[in-house]
Protein backbone atom coordinates (compact mmCIF):
# COMPACT_ATOMS: atom_id res chain seq x y z
CA UNK A 1 0.00 0.00 0.00
CA UNK A 2 1.43 3.91 -0.53
CA UNK A 3 1.72 5.53 2.44
CA UNK A 4 2.04 9.69 2.68
CA UNK A 5 3.74 10.71 5.95
CA UNK A 6 3.40 14.21 7.25
CA UNK A 7 5.16 14.99 10.38
CA UNK A 8 5.14 18.35 11.52
CA UNK A 9 0.94 19.26 12.66
CA UNK A 10 1.78 22.96 12.65
CA UNK A 11 4.90 25.37 11.59
CA UNK A 12 5.20 29.01 11.54
CA UNK A 13 7.14 31.29 9.99
CA UNK A 14 7.71 35.40 9.92
CA UNK A 15 6.15 36.98 7.05
CA UNK A 16 9.30 37.26 3.88
CA UNK A 17 11.34 34.11 5.61
CA UNK A 18 11.94 30.62 4.31
CA UNK A 19 10.22 27.80 5.80
CA UNK A 20 10.60 23.96 4.91
CA UNK A 21 7.82 21.27 5.18
CA UNK A 22 8.60 17.76 5.19
CA UNK A 23 7.21 15.00 3.56
CA UNK A 24 7.84 11.12 3.37
CA UNK A 25 6.29 8.67 1.06
CA UNK A 26 6.55 4.57 0.27
CA UNK A 27 5.13 3.46 -2.69
CA UNK A 28 6.88 0.32 -4.46
CA UNK A 29 5.77 1.45 -8.36
CA UNK A 30 8.40 2.61 -10.38
CA UNK A 31 6.58 5.76 -11.89
CA UNK A 32 4.61 7.92 -9.58
CA UNK A 33 3.53 11.76 -9.09
CA UNK A 34 4.36 13.45 -6.12
CA UNK A 35 2.10 16.95 -5.25
CA UNK A 36 2.20 19.71 -2.66
CA UNK A 37 -1.52 21.17 -2.53
CA UNK A 38 -2.57 23.69 -0.34
CA UNK A 39 -6.25 24.02 1.54
CA UNK A 40 -6.90 27.65 2.91
CA UNK A 41 -10.15 27.81 5.17
CA UNK A 42 -12.14 28.09 2.33
CA UNK A 43 -11.71 24.61 1.73
CA UNK A 44 -10.70 25.13 -1.96
CA UNK A 45 -7.59 22.53 -2.61
CA UNK A 46 -5.25 24.51 -4.84
CA UNK A 47 -2.23 22.30 -6.52
CA UNK A 48 0.96 24.06 -5.48
CA UNK A 49 3.43 21.63 -7.30
CA UNK A 50 3.96 18.61 -8.54
CA UNK A 51 7.03 16.66 -9.18
CA UNK A 52 7.44 13.30 -11.77
CA UNK A 53 9.27 10.98 -9.86
CA UNK A 54 11.91 9.96 -12.91
CA UNK A 55 12.68 13.51 -13.28
CA UNK A 56 16.06 14.04 -11.40
CA UNK A 57 15.70 17.91 -11.29
CA UNK A 58 13.48 19.22 -8.43
CA UNK A 59 10.19 21.44 -9.85
CA UNK A 60 10.15 25.17 -8.87
CA UNK A 61 6.90 27.36 -9.08
CA UNK A 62 8.00 31.02 -8.12
CA UNK A 63 8.87 31.07 -4.84
CA UNK A 64 7.39 27.74 -4.13
CA UNK A 65 10.32 24.49 -4.56
CA UNK A 66 10.72 20.96 -3.72
CA UNK A 67 13.42 19.15 -2.84
CA UNK A 68 12.87 15.53 -3.88
CA UNK A 69 15.30 12.81 -2.48
CA UNK A 70 14.23 9.75 -4.57
CA UNK A 71 16.11 7.17 -2.50
CA UNK A 72 15.24 8.31 0.88
CA UNK A 73 11.62 8.60 -0.45
CA UNK A 74 11.47 12.40 0.96
CA UNK A 75 9.52 15.12 -0.81
CA UNK A 76 9.66 18.45 1.15
CA UNK A 77 8.45 21.99 0.06
CA UNK A 78 10.17 24.84 0.42
CA UNK A 79 8.20 28.22 0.37
CA UNK A 80 10.90 31.13 -0.24
CA UNK A 81 9.04 35.35 1.03
CA UNK A 82 6.46 33.98 2.88
CA UNK A 83 3.68 35.60 2.96
CA UNK A 84 0.62 36.34 4.53
CA UNK A 85 -1.78 34.70 1.72
CA UNK A 86 0.03 31.75 2.41
CA UNK A 87 -1.63 30.41 5.59
CA UNK A 88 -3.30 27.52 5.42
CA UNK A 89 -3.17 23.64 5.50
CA UNK A 90 -0.32 22.07 3.19
CA UNK A 91 -0.72 18.64 2.03
CA UNK A 92 1.60 16.20 0.76
CA UNK A 93 -0.06 13.45 -1.78
CA UNK A 94 1.35 10.96 -4.26
CA UNK A 95 -0.49 9.87 -7.17
CA UNK A 96 -1.18 6.39 -7.70
CA UNK A 97 -2.99 4.48 -10.12
CA UNK A 98 -4.75 7.59 -10.77
CA UNK A 99 -6.13 8.21 -7.63
CA UNK A 100 -4.37 10.68 -4.80
CA UNK A 101 -3.19 9.63 -1.49
CA UNK A 102 -2.87 12.43 1.18
CA UNK A 103 -1.01 13.13 3.87
CA UNK A 104 -2.94 14.11 7.80
CA UNK A 105 -1.39 17.96 6.81
CA UNK A 106 0.70 20.86 7.82
CA UNK A 107 -1.00 23.99 9.53
CA UNK A 108 1.52 26.79 8.04
CA UNK A 109 1.25 30.06 9.33
CA UNK A 110 2.65 33.13 8.58
CA UNK A 111 3.14 35.99 11.30
CA UNK A 112 3.24 40.03 10.31
CA UNK B 1 -14.38 29.37 -17.25
CA UNK B 2 -16.43 27.87 -14.20
CA UNK B 3 -14.38 25.47 -11.61
CA UNK B 4 -16.17 22.30 -10.14
CA UNK B 5 -18.85 23.20 -8.29
CA UNK B 6 -20.48 21.02 -5.30
CA UNK B 7 -23.87 21.27 -4.10
CA UNK B 8 -24.74 21.62 -1.19
CA UNK B 9 -22.25 23.22 0.61
CA UNK B 10 -23.18 22.29 3.62
CA UNK B 11 -25.94 19.76 4.71
CA UNK B 12 -26.95 18.50 8.20
CA UNK B 13 -28.83 15.07 8.63
CA UNK B 14 -30.13 12.72 11.09
CA UNK B 15 -29.29 9.76 11.61
CA UNK B 16 -30.33 6.83 9.57
CA UNK B 17 -31.09 9.37 6.88
CA UNK B 18 -30.39 9.30 3.20
CA UNK B 19 -28.45 11.98 1.45
CA UNK B 20 -27.26 13.19 -2.28
CA UNK B 21 -24.29 14.88 -2.77
CA UNK B 22 -24.16 16.45 -6.16
CA UNK B 23 -20.80 17.18 -8.53
CA UNK B 24 -20.77 19.41 -11.55
CA UNK B 25 -17.28 19.10 -12.74
CA UNK B 26 -15.10 21.69 -15.29
CA UNK B 27 -16.75 21.49 -18.58
CA UNK B 28 -14.88 18.96 -21.26
CA UNK B 29 -13.61 16.72 -18.23
CA UNK B 30 -13.51 13.26 -18.53
CA UNK B 31 -12.44 11.98 -15.17
CA UNK B 32 -14.07 12.58 -11.78
CA UNK B 33 -13.18 11.65 -8.51
CA UNK B 34 -14.55 11.76 -5.02
CA UNK B 35 -13.04 12.09 -1.89
CA UNK B 36 -14.10 12.17 1.96
CA UNK B 37 -12.11 14.93 4.80
CA UNK B 38 -12.46 14.25 8.04
CA UNK B 39 -11.54 16.64 10.88
CA UNK B 40 -8.15 17.53 10.92
CA UNK B 41 -7.04 14.25 8.35
CA UNK B 42 -6.26 14.71 4.87
CA UNK B 43 -8.36 13.52 1.95
CA UNK B 44 -9.45 9.67 1.63
CA UNK B 45 -10.22 8.33 -2.02
CA UNK B 46 -13.66 7.13 -2.38
CA UNK B 47 -13.92 6.51 -6.29
CA UNK B 48 -13.53 7.70 -9.74
CA UNK B 49 -15.15 7.99 -13.29
CA UNK B 50 -13.26 7.68 -16.60
CA UNK B 51 -16.78 8.87 -18.44
CA UNK B 52 -20.07 7.25 -17.44
CA UNK B 53 -18.16 3.92 -15.71
CA UNK B 54 -16.56 3.93 -12.07
CA UNK B 55 -13.12 3.07 -12.96
CA UNK B 56 -12.39 2.11 -9.28
CA UNK B 57 -14.64 1.93 -6.38
CA UNK B 58 -11.87 0.73 -4.11
CA UNK B 59 -12.16 3.51 -1.74
CA UNK B 60 -16.15 3.48 -0.72
CA UNK B 61 -16.09 2.35 2.83
CA UNK B 62 -19.58 -0.16 2.40
CA UNK B 63 -22.66 -0.60 -0.15
CA UNK B 64 -24.21 2.30 1.83
CA UNK B 65 -22.02 4.55 0.00
CA UNK B 66 -22.36 4.62 -4.03
CA UNK B 67 -22.07 7.19 -6.71
CA UNK B 68 -23.33 7.51 -10.20
CA UNK B 69 -22.59 10.05 -13.43
CA UNK B 70 -24.79 8.58 -15.89
CA UNK B 71 -23.89 11.08 -18.52
CA UNK B 72 -20.37 11.42 -18.13
CA UNK B 73 -20.92 14.48 -16.36
CA UNK B 74 -22.84 15.84 -13.32
CA UNK B 75 -21.89 12.52 -10.63
CA UNK B 76 -23.92 12.04 -7.44
CA UNK B 77 -22.53 10.86 -4.19
CA UNK B 78 -25.23 8.81 -2.64
CA UNK B 79 -25.31 7.40 0.93
CA UNK B 80 -28.29 5.28 2.33
CA UNK B 81 -28.81 4.88 6.29
CA UNK B 82 -26.34 7.44 7.62
CA UNK B 83 -24.11 7.05 10.24
CA UNK B 84 -22.86 9.44 12.70
CA UNK B 85 -19.49 8.44 11.17
CA UNK B 86 -20.10 9.44 7.71
CA UNK B 87 -20.00 13.38 8.96
CA UNK B 88 -16.80 14.74 7.03
CA UNK B 89 -16.20 16.91 3.90
CA UNK B 90 -16.72 15.43 0.72
CA UNK B 91 -14.42 16.39 -2.10
CA UNK B 92 -14.87 16.17 -5.87
CA UNK B 93 -12.61 16.64 -8.39
CA UNK B 94 -12.01 16.69 -12.59
CA UNK B 95 -9.39 15.79 -14.59
CA UNK B 96 -9.24 16.57 -18.76
CA UNK B 97 -8.05 13.02 -18.83
CA UNK B 98 -7.31 10.06 -16.24
CA UNK B 99 -3.48 8.85 -15.69
CA UNK B 100 -0.39 10.61 -15.47
CA UNK B 101 0.57 13.59 -12.79
CA UNK B 102 0.36 16.02 -15.82
CA UNK B 103 -3.51 15.52 -15.49
CA UNK B 104 -3.80 18.21 -12.76
CA UNK B 105 -7.13 17.34 -10.60
CA UNK B 106 -8.85 20.53 -9.87
CA UNK B 107 -10.90 20.35 -6.55
CA UNK B 108 -14.48 21.62 -5.77
CA UNK B 109 -15.04 23.29 -2.43
CA UNK B 110 -16.34 20.13 -0.85
CA UNK B 111 -19.62 19.54 1.21
CA UNK B 112 -19.63 19.41 4.65
CA UNK B 113 -21.93 16.58 5.88
CA UNK B 114 -23.07 16.64 9.55
CA UNK B 115 -25.09 13.22 10.74
CA UNK B 116 -26.47 14.02 14.13
Known amino acids: AQTVTQSQPEMSVQEAETVTLSCTYD???????LFWYKQPPSRQMILVIR??????QNATENRFSVNFQKAAKSFSLKISDSQLGDTAMYFC?????????FGAGTILRVKS | GAGVSQTPSNKVTEKGKYVELRCDPI?????LYWYRQSLGQGPEFLIY????????DSGLPNDRFFAVRPEGSVSTLKIQRTERGDSAVYLC??????????????FGPGTRLTVL
Open chain 1, 51 to 56: QEAYKQ
Open chain 2, 49 to 56: FQGTGAAD
Open chain 1, 27 to 33: TSENNYY
Open chain 2, 93 to 106: ASSLVVGGGDNEQF
Open chain 1, 93 to 101: AGEYGNKLV
Open chain 2, 27 to 31: SGHTA
